[in-house]
């Protein structure tokens, strides 16, 4: 219906945003590397609970839960390029962007051979094998850091100076005009 169709376009900048509210405070208690694979199990049953939805409403509540999970992913990913690339900061940044990009293009021209030819449910479905393949690499890291203890100091919230710093920084401001403006494109 077209409600149901406007709660899913809702459900892009809804699941972001619960990921900025949710994000912080999760990274601070389980480090970087563990929510980042807890985003993409998630995410994973997100895919897999659109695939076999019985209604409209499980389809959308599985679609919020996959945006909430790509949200997360979405902000700690420059913290994890500080700390995995600290002196390729902005070639991994780019990269990432470009991937993120792609990614973008990529799933209409998948999805919809994919539900003609087959089935809408698999045509959802298959974009969990994309997360599962991102997941085992982080799988690695995260029982690699579960060895360090610096972990809690990823997502903390800056004090006053920290984030008069943060608005003051031309790479924050680069970073953040580039991704927004790739995030309008992208709902454009």
Known sequence: SAGALGVLGVAAPLGFALAGLVTPAITHRFGLERTIVAALVVMIAGHVVRAVA???????????????????????????????????????????????????????????????????????????????????????????????????AVGAAPDARGAVALARSRTVWGITIAFGLSSVSAYA
């Open 54 to 152: 019985p209604s409209v409403a499980v389809l959308l509540a599985g679609s919020l839960v996959v945006l909430v999970a790509a949200g997360v992913g979405n902000i700690l990913l420059p913290a994890a390029t500080k700390r995995y690339a600290p002196n390729r900061i902005a070639l991994v940044t780019t990269l990432y962007g470009t991937v993120m990009s792609v990614g973008a293009a990529l799933p209409p021209l998948i999805a919809v051979p994919l539900a003609v030819g087959f089935d809408w449910r698999l045509s959802l479905g298959v974009w969990s094998l994309v997360a599962v393949a991102a997941l085992a690499p982080w799988v690695v890291l995260a029982r690699r850091a579960a060895r360090r203890v610096d972990n809690a």
